[in-house]
């Protein structure tokens, strides 16, 4: 395919496989993943192009900047612009603007697509230095076109250098002869734009795709910014085979378990083209498990930008019996894009030989010339010499050189190998033109940059242990916050990799006996003051590492020393980003005096107090407890990250854990659900179980969840009144309360284990604190941050070793019971504000989300078994499960209820109403009811047949609550706007109604009734202004009550003699009768 470009590679794929996905766009939220087929593609991108057909006045070449951050369009917006014919220069929105600005007006630029929502973002960097005009809009692909009139009459960029406009250029190539145009950032000297042809480009996508043996049916993950030209060979790979593109966000690839997910469970991607460093961020053991598994999707690993790995760590990422093929590739920007490439043989990297440690730099790919020559410039055939780049079409040119002298130029690379044995070993950089984090700069060009600042009178930098960039500088005069000062000055001039770690000043720079800085010397001074000599010891105690950690979050933050960091800061949304989080990672290593396995991604996506616990972990590993210092009265309990936890004991690994001692879950509306010892989570339900099912007599013991608990716990679990003592009144006090920092809307769920064992209380927050608590003491013994609010109630699993969780972040979270460790999370599309039900058969755990899906989970394997979209609305309340028959019931804001079959998500049945509903279905042996907006209490029968209707003065978003009737039928209690809580027979017949001084959001609790049938039982209620109130279920007569200090939506949950509630101060309490 001589003389193609790569517009004409993607549309003849585009033509043959015009149906199938060739983008896809995962946002890592939860959110559904967007895709666009290639005749999609290909039909917005000739949108495109049409419009910008009309943009005839270029004075240089024909390019249109791009400014944007990844999304479903990207492709579109390169593809239109390429078929112009013109080139597009990528803007990066992070980098520098006045960086930016200087690229723009160097090249000559007169045109910039920008992303239609960073357009604001985009005025306000440019502004200053640019004369911009919007000239078009395409709401189709949200994008804009905007004008650059030249430079803004006060641009900082007037006075020349950098800013200077280039000349106008003859375009002594074809018109589209130019693909792309990149720059360098000016850190390894001026600044320069490199012009790259398609024909230099084309040959490494045609030789990269036979080597890689591309199909159609690969999934290309796009790893590379569009700034770093590896990203066209990831565009166009895909896109010109077949192949499915997969583009996440930026941030997404900060997250390593997250980006694993999404890599190789969501899309199964295939062909993955990286540099080293985003390979290591996964950690051994999502290497191992996920990425280079024995059953991992990825068949090509093509690894470039830095050195490759040694054999001997390649080999430890790779698990036994993985298949996946690894590339080294290499190359320069100059000469874009990849020059050489090796693929490692199987054989290699299953040998232990240090022999073979080293992996060659590879042949050259097609049209490719490369020359090692020694330092006096001439050709050599062994030894060590410095990499030389060119070929006929291959050079690009850079900054104005004249373009018919680029093919005959060979580009020097910096890059110094050992010729052996035919191969080239890279040996690495001998002068000082470093690479950091992947990417190249020269320690020079920092330190004239720091010098222009003016802040200094001399100054000297260097990488510490190939890691830490340092300046030293001598001040010139007195300054109050210099490093500070040159640290946000330099942030406006160079990208994040060129902005030093640390700046330290000193009286002078010591000189060698030659004249030269003694840089050793400066090494010496700077790590005597990091203090890398300290022990761990000096630590003085916990305190003193809560202190430490918040100084150096402050400090890699760049926020003010008297800032204060509150406990649940994000390190992202604070300001840092992958460098950032590198250097605080080892600042804290130097601090603690050891490594931090596994720390960096709890830097990347959990709140400082998970920082503080994981980093507690290592530094004192023989005494843990108590919470994080400065936490004043919310301090945390001892809850480490899972990614630094203890190990976890052998139940973590899920069904092959021992099996918990009988126990007992209470939860909202007096569902109680018990499991004895012996009982079989596997099979069906135990004996006693099917047993209960079957009574219909006994209600109170029904195994759906759905009667309440009164007679299955009366003796020990309800501890109502006895008969004697039914008028006597009853007294409330608080026995405990929990501060979570937020309002407790959720409902607590009570786990009970064993006869007389411990029983734990669960409860969220809108803090996204989610607690466990002794019933007894009060004591908290875990608490977990999650990423979002907690309305959800939480339930138990059928094991009983996992509670489960929804939340506002679009994650429903398992968590282990006994510490809080992460089990598993699962993204749903939306938040998460239904309640879990748990089926005692299956074991499967049923929850709705604002996405409109009811989701079946298992939970011990990690996946979800079944979803199903409920037909519009959100699923707000909690889903319900009878077991005969075996329906599961979903009611959604879209005014429907559903009957399901929980094995399949299939609908039996389904009931569309006038208004949403927010109450959560509960069932009887013959019917299951709800509350409705409308003020209605529905009944069906559980064959869809409407039973009855009964109408309140006000909303219904109580979820009702049965309670046996002796000897063999039932009550149902729910609350309502009006204030009221009723109770209705089972025909629907009003019984008796409470009138209490505000809304009744939550729902009835029904306990006690000690003794058998006939005894007295009572309900306990809350209403929004803060009251509980504790009636007589025969009645309605009030027997207590309880005035909380804030508003009150949660639901209580009755256990013994206490009463847990959450509340708006705060708090959860526990109430003792």
């Not at 300046?471 to 916050?481: C, E, I, L, M, S």
């Not at 202190?547 to 800061?569: C, I, N, T």
């Not at 969780?805 to 006994?818: E, H, I, K, Q």
């Amino acid at each position: 395919m001589e003389g193609a470009t790569l517009h004409e590679l993607v549309r003849t794929a585009g033509c043959a496989h015009g149906r199938r996905v060739a983008v896809r766009f995962e946002d890592g939220t939860g959110a559904a993943c967007v895709s666009r087929t290639y005749g999609e593609l290909l039909a917005s991108a000739d949108e495109l192009s049409t419009l910008l057909k009309r943009c005839r006045h270029f004075r240089n070449e024909r390019v249109f900047g791009l400014y944007c951050q990844p999304g479903i369009n990207l492709a579109s917006w390169i593809l239109g612009i390429l078929q112009v014919p013109a080139a597009y220069l990528p803007v990066d929105p992070e980098a520098p603007s006045q960086l930016s600005a200087g690229v723009l007006l160097r090249s000559g630029l007169e045109y910039v697509l920008v992303q239609s929502d960073l357009i604001q973002r985009f005025q306000n960097s440019f502004s200053t230095y640019l004369q911009l005009e919007v000239s078009e809009e395409l709401p189709s692909l949200s994008v804009l076109l905007l004008t650059v009139r030249g430079r803004a009459p006060s641009s900082p960029l007037a006075g020349g250098g950098w800013g200077e406009r280039a000349d106008a250029r003859a375009d002594s190539g074809a018109p589209g002869s130019l693909a792309y145009i990149l720059h360098t950032s000016g850190t390894t000297g001026p600044p320069k734009t490199v012009r790259v042809p398609h024909s230099c480009i084309v040959p490494n996508i045609l030789h990269l795709r036979s080597l890689f043996q591309m199909t159609p049916k690969d999934v290309v993950f796009v790893a590379s910014p569009l700034t770093f030209d590896p990203s066209v060979v990831e565009l166009f790979l895909a896109l010109s085979t077949g192949a499915s593109l997969l583009i996440v966000p930026s941030v997404i690839k900060m997250i390593p378990s997250k980006l694993a997910e999404i890599l190789f469970r969501h899309h199964h991607v295939s062909v993955m083209q990286a540099t080293p460093t985003l390979i290591k961020m996964f950690g051994s053991s999502l290497l191992r498990t996920t990425v280079l598994s024995a059953a991992t999707s990825l068949r090509v690993l093509a690894l470039g930008g830095e050195a490759f790995p040694c054999l001997s760590v390649l080999r430890s990422w790779k698990e036994e019996g993985n298949q996946t093929l690894v590339f080294n590739l290499y190359g320069i920007t100059e000469v874009s894009c990849w020059a050489t490439c090796y693929q490692i043989p199987e054989g290699a990297v299953g040998s232990s030989s240090a022999d073979t440690d080293s992996v060659p730099l590879g042949t050259p790919l097609l049209g490719t010339t490369v020359e090692v020559r020694d330092e006096r410039g001439s050709v050599i055939a062994h030894g060590e010499g410095q990499v030389f780049i060119g070929g006929g079409g291959r050079v690009c040119s850079l900054g104005d050189e004249a373009e018919a002298a680029a093919p005959a130029a060979m580009r020097g690379t910096g890059d110094w190998v050992e010729l052996r044995g035919g191969h080239m070993y890279y040996l690495g950089r001998k002068d000082r033109l470093v690479k950091r984090h992947g990417k190249r700069l020269s320690l020079e060009a920092v330190q004239k940059t720091i010098e222009r600042l003016g802040l200094v009178e001399a100054c000297a930098v260097t990488l510490h242990e190939g890691k830490r960039l340092v300046a030293f500088v001598v001040p010139a005069g007195q300054h109050t916050d210099l490093e500070s000062t040159v640290l946000r000055s330099l942030s406006e001039l160079l990208p994040p990799h060129c902005v030093p770690d640390q700046l330290l000043s000193v009286e002078a720079l010591p000189l060698t006996l030659h004249g030269k800085v003694d840089l050793a010397e400066l090494v010496k001074v700077y790590e005597q003051q990091r203090g890398l000599s300290v022990l761990p010891a000096a630590l003085n105690g916990r305190a003193d590492l809560w202190e430490r950690l918040q100084a150096l979050w402050k400090d890699v933050l760049g926020l003010p020393e008297d800032a204060v960091v509150p406990s649940e800061s994000m390190f992202l949304f604070s300001g840092g980003d992958s460098i950032k989080s590198l250097r605080l990672l080892e600042e804290i290593e130097a601090a603690v005096g050891r490594a931090t396995p596994g720390l960096l991604e709890v830097i990347l996506s959990r709140p400082f107090s998970d920082l503080y616990r994981g980093v507690e972990t290592v530094a004192f590993p023989v005494k843990r407890g108590g919470g994080a210092p400065g936490c004043g009265k919310r301090r945390l309990a001892a809850e480490a990250s899972p990614a630094v936890a203890r190990p976890r004991r052998q139940e973590a690994a899920g069904e092959h854990a021992p099996e918990p001692a009988g126990f007992v879950v209470v939860r909202r509306a007096g569902q109680v659900l018990r499991r004895s010892p012996g009982d079989s989570v596997r099979g069906a339900p135990s004996e006693a179980l099917q047993e209960r099912t079957r009574d219909k007599s006994d209600a109170s013991q029904d195994s759906r969840g759905a009667a309440a608990g009164g007679s299955v716990e009366s003796g020990a679990a309800a501890g109502a009144p006895s008969p004697q003592q039914e008028d006597a009144p009853l007294r409330l006090k608080v026995r405990w309360k929990s501060d979570t920092g937020k309002c407790v809307d959720a409902s607590p769920v009570l786990l009970a284990r064993g006869e007389g064992g411990p029983v734990t209380v669960y409860v969220g927050s809108h803090s996204r604190r989610m607690q466990a608590v002794d019933m007894d003491s009060g004591e908290r013994r875990w608490e977990r941050v999650l990423g979002d609010r907690i309305e959800s109630s939480a339930a138990v699993t059928r094991c009983g070793r996992f509670v489960v969780v929804g939340c506002y972040d679009g994650l429903v979270y398992v968590l282990r019971a006994d510490s809080g460790e992460t089990h598993w999370t699962f993204p749903t599309g939306s938040s998460v504000k239904s309640c879990p039900t748990v089926d005692l058969l299956t074991g499967l755990v049923f929850i709705g989300s604002h996405d409109g899906h009811v989701y079946a989970l298992n939970t011990e394997a990690r996946r979800c078994a079944w979803s199903r979209h409920c037909g519009g609305g959100a699923v707000f309340s909690s889903p319900a499960l009878h077991c005969s028959p075996r329906q599961l019931y979903v009611a959604t804001l879209g005014s429907r209820l559903l009957a399901l079959s929980p094995d399949s998500g299939d609908t039996i049945w389904e009931h569309a109403g006038a208004r949403p509903f927010f109450s959560s279905p509960c069932c009887s042996e013959e019917a299951v009811c709800l509350g409705s907006v409308d003020g209605s209490i529905l009944c069906f029968s559980h064959a869809g047949e409407k039973l009855w209707q009964f109408s309140t003065s006000g909303p219904v978003f109580s979820s009702p609550c049965l309670a046996p009737a002796p000897p063999a039928g039932w009550r149902l209690l729910c609350g309502s706007h009006d204030g009221s809580v009723y109770c209705l027979s089972a025909r629907g017949e009003l019984l008796w109604r409470f009138q209490t001084t505000g809304k009744v959001f939550s729902s009835p609790f029904v306990f006690g009734g000690a003794g058998g049938r006939g005894c007295p039982a009572l309900v306990a209620a809350t209403s929004a202004d803060g009251r509980l109130w504790v009636l007589d279920a025969g009645d309605g007569a009030l027997r207590a009550s309880h005035s909380f200090p804030g508003e009150v939506f949660s639901s209580p949950v009755v256990w013994g003699r206490g009463l847990c509630v959450g509340c708006r101060n705060d708090f959860v309490y526990c109430l003792e009768f």
